[in-house]
């Protein structure tokens, strides 16, 4: 095994559990908001950046914090970490904000 940092400059995890009859990021009932839209729009934006390669974002499987869905937490390799909760599709500027900063 080799240890080292984390390969990217940040990356964001986004919730994409679905679970019948009960709150869950990645519900259909969420429309645009759900966890499953979210990260493909972000992709989308760091794309259109040309940040592929530097800023990864992952669909991430249940994070503990169902009942503030939609989640999304970003990671960089020096420790910090920033939590995002109740997330809709019009808050994703200030998500790229986070992740494009630093
Ligand atoms: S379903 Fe997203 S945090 Fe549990």
Known sequence: MKES?????????VCVHERA???????ADRG?????NLVELLRE??????????IR???SGCLDVCAAGPNVM??????KA???????????PAIIAA???G
């Open 5 to 13: 940092g984390i390969p990217f400059r940040k990356m964001a995890f």
């Open 21 to 27: 009859g009960e709150a869950a990021c990645a519900n």
């Open 32 to 36: 645009e908001d759900s966890g499953a």
């Open 45 to 54: 934006e760091i794309h259109k950046r040309g940040l592929k390669g530097k």
């Open 57 to 59: 974002v992952v669909k």
């Open 74 to 79: 970003i990671f960089d390799g020096e420790g």
């Open 82 to 92: 920033v939590y995002f909760s109740r997330v809709t599709a019009g808050d994703l």
């Open 99 to 101: 992740l494009v900063s």
